[in-house]
């Protein structure tokens, strides 16, 4: 199913706009349409929202669920939306990287209002508002998309009084070739007698490298190109990317690697990059 990522603020619009998406594309266009709801995700986990957003670990198992509920769903043919706030970018760009795996095509629809906007709609929602402590704090969290990242494109930004872009979106999806699987999406049977060796040098070189050192000492955020390892990019979100803590992920990513293993030494830099990219979302 081709891939449509709502984001946005808190109480920007975002349910209301994918209802009108789901509604053209079920009626005029006539396909399936499966919605992957943060709101219901979270409720099925037992989780008040307030609570659930003022708690990391919480809210990175609610991506977790949603991303899992996503790739149970997509295929090539219809559609699936996840109708959440998507603020993190690293995190649409695992998105991304999922429905690149599975061939299929995938838009960002950015509703786009003021946070003073955003706070007089949650002031109406009753029982299912957002305090003013957690609609501020998602609000300075929030990473806005950018047409010029690969991963948030195409992107349809919606704003107030616009109408949603609904024959554009369904041309993105329907009318333009889904980017091809890279290596760090294709897997394969184990087989050279040297991999253990060159996988624990190659991942060994990843979190060793200059650039990530140089990284981790300067907290910088954003884009690292990585050296050795053709069109890999780690996305890097300051102090979370210490030294022990990728050391830890180095570890966890040779076991996986050995669960689930491939016979080209030449994909695993890519595949450890993608790996690090999900662990540090």
């Given at each position: ?6 984001t946005?603020?808190?109480?920007s619009?975002k ?5 009108q ?8 266009h006539e396909?399936?349409?499966?919605v992957?709801s943060?709101h219901?995700?979270m ?8 609570a ?21 769903l997509?295929?090539r043919?219809d ?16 998105l ?6 599975s061939?299929t095509t ?21 029982d299912?508002?957002?305090t003013?402590?957690?609609f501020?704090?998602?609000t300075?969290?929030y ?5 010029r ?5 195409p ?10 872009p ?8 329907y ?15 184990l ?19 200059r ?5 981790q000492?300067l907290?910088?955020e954003g884009?690292?190109k990585?050296?050795?390892?053709k069109?890999c ?8 990317m ?6 830890r ?10 669960l ?11 595949l ?7 662990s540090?979302?």
């Amino acid at each position: 199913m081709p891939l449509i990522l709502m984001t946005g603020l808190p109480s920007s619009g975002k349910s209301t706009r994918m209802l009108q998406l789901k509604e053209i594309f079920e009626h005029i266009h006539e396909k399936q349409v499966c919605v992957v709801s943060e709101h219901k995700v979270m409720i099925e986990s037992g989780n008040e929202k307030n609570a659930l957003f003022s708690d990391a670990a919480k809210e990175k198992m609610i991506r977790g669920l949603i991303k899992s509920e996503a790739q149970r769903l997509i295929n090539r043919e219809d559609i699936v939306i996840i109708d959440a706030g998507n603020y993190i970018k690293g995190y649409r760009y695992e998105l991304y990287c999922m429905s690149k795996a599975s061939k299929t095509t995938q838009c960002t629809v950015h509703c786009e209002v003021s946070p003073e906007t955003a706070w007089e709609w949650n002031s109406k929602r009753g029982d299912e508002q957002y305090t003013k402590e957690t609609f501020d704090a998602l609000t300075m969290r929030y990473e806005a998309p950018d047409s010029r990242n690969r991963w948030d494109s195409p992107l349809f930004t919606v704003l107030q009084d616009d109408e949603v872009p609904c024959e554009h979106v369904y041309k993105a999806l329907y009318e333009r070739k889904a980017p091809p699987p890279n290596q760090s999406t294709q897997c394969a049977p184990l087989s050279s007698t040297n991999f253990l060796y060159e996988m624990d040098r190659i991942t060994l070189d990843v979190v060793a490298s200059r650039t990530i050192l140089f990284a981790q000492q300067l907290g910088l955020e954003g884009e690292l190109k990585i050296p050795g390892c053709k069109d890999c990019t780690l996305m890097t979100r300051g102090g979370n990317m210490t030294p022990a803590q990728l050391s830890r992920l180095r570890r966890q990513f040779l076991l996986y690697i050995k669960l689930h293993p491939t016979t080209d030494i030449n994909k695993i830099g890519s595949l450890f990059v993608q790996f690090l990219n999900t662990s540090l979302s």
